[in-house]
């Protein structure tokens, strides 16, 4: 009997403490933070200075919040980009791409997609050659040309119909 009982009080004892923590820590319910006060948890709001203008290294667009008005569409095939050295391929980046368009322009990416594999391909191939893919190739600054590259290579093709183009996918194989 005991053994039976024991094992029931600790589960009770841990039980009560887990809801005295609960009550304790868990803070004011939702409706107390009706004051007006900051939600502690909810991430800063960007700051909304229009007179600054963009930061030193970015380009404009046209901004509209993601997801608001947009959808994406994943390119259906990856992009392999062969690096060169000393006129042999030392090795091989491989990077899938989707496009963030405006509700509505799905169609015309698939109908120009062509031509947009084509610039991405081209954009993809400078920056190889300019060392790009080199070293530690995925980190933002690293990035940041190639990124550039590829936004302004699908509006050319595409217009305003595009917001952005994500690197959704990007792994580089050495030979």
Known sequence: MLRILIPILLLLVGLAGGIGAGMILGGAPPE?????????????????????GPAQ?????????????????????????????????????VMALTLEVFTGDNELVFEHEPRLRDSFLRVMFAHANAGGF??????????????????????????????????????RQDA
């Open 57 to 93: 290294g970015t380009s404009t667009i046209r901004v509209t919040p993601a997801g608001a008005d947009t959808e994406y569409v994943r390119l259906n095939n990856q992009f392999i980009v062969p690096i060169i050295r000393h006129g042999m391929v030392r090795s091989l980046v």
């Open 32 to 52: 107390a933070a009706a004051d007006g006060a900051p939600d502690p948890v909810a991430p800063p709001a960007p700051p909304t200075d229009a007179a600054a």
């Open 134 to 171: 080199d070293g530690s190739f995925t980190e933002a600054a690293a990035m940041e040309p190639l990124r550039i590259g590829l936004r302004e290579a699908a509006m050319q093709v595409l217009g305003d119909s595009v917001h952005d183009v994500l690197i959704v996918d990007i792994t």
